[in-house]
């Protein structure tokens, strides 16, 4: 009956500490979890104020600067629903739409560089092609004031693109930034840097450009909006 009696106790005792340390498991798990929910709530702030920064230093260089043409754009900002990147025409989804004055031809931009641009919306919802598909390509400037190219996504990483077409002589060393030629994308986004000479087509060279953005963190982005491109689009067209 001792023993027994030994036995029981001991078992109550081995059940009692391990529900103390199944406890203090939980516990932990769930202040793990608390700091990880905090973590993800100040990342995107800090992206939040982040593009915010962009916008007013995009503004500041346009009052600075008499021939800018930044102050033309005018920036929506959105949660990144959907996104691929393992296919050869990667695309991207927005929870917002038409109804906050997104329209087909926007572009998608971050503080780390172009993301894509918009393809078709709905109300509350935009589609666009990511930087990562063959049909997108991003016109370039290298430096502030340096030569202008094509920058494409090279369709093999998520964190490098091509910059085409540079004339032979032209070192590339400083980072590659939006151009401002189309009327898609702000001048002055910064891109990626150079790595290295590709290859080269009579007296122009392809250059490797490692991206800034990286795809896979995708989050919060700002599509770039311009009142007055209907009138724009009139005039291109006569």
Request: hydrophobic share 40%; with cysteine.
């Amino acid at each position: 009956v001792a023993i027994l009696y030994s036995s029981s106790g001991m078992h109550a005792t081995w059940l009692n500490k391990s529900s103390q340390n199944v406890s203090a498991w939980i516990g932990r798990g769930k202040v793990r979890a608390a700091r990880r929910k905090a973590l993800l709530a100040q990342n995107d702030s800090l992206r939040e104020e982040n593009l915010l920064l962009m916008e007013k230093l995009l503004k500041l260089e346009s009052v600075c600067s008499p021939d800018s043409v930044s102050d033309r754009f005018v920036y929506v900002h959105a949660n990144v629903v959907k996104a691929g990147t393992n296919q050869q025409r990667n695309y991207i989804v927005l929870d917002k739409g038409s109804l906050d004055g997104i329209t087909a031809g926007c572009g998608i931009v971050t503080t780390r560089g172009v993301v894509g641009i918009v393809e078709a919306v709905s109300g509350h919802y935009s589609y666009g092609l990511s930087f990562m598909n063959p049909l997108v390509s991003v016109s370039a400037r290298v430096g502030r004031n340096g030569q202008c190219a094509p920058l494409v996504w090279d369709g093999l990483s998520t964190g490098s693109a091509t910059l085409q077409g540079v004339q032979l002589g032209v070192e590339i060393r400083d980072t590659v930034y939006t151009s401002g030629l189309s009327s898609i994308y702000p001048p002055g986004i910064p891109l990626g840097v150079p790595v290295r000479m590709k290859s080269t087509n009579g007296a122009t060279a392809d250059y490797e450009i490692r991206l800034l953005q990286d795809f896979s963190m995708l989050s919060r982005v700002s599509v770039v909006t311009i009142p007055s491109a209907g009138e724009m689009s009139i005039l291109e067209e006569e």
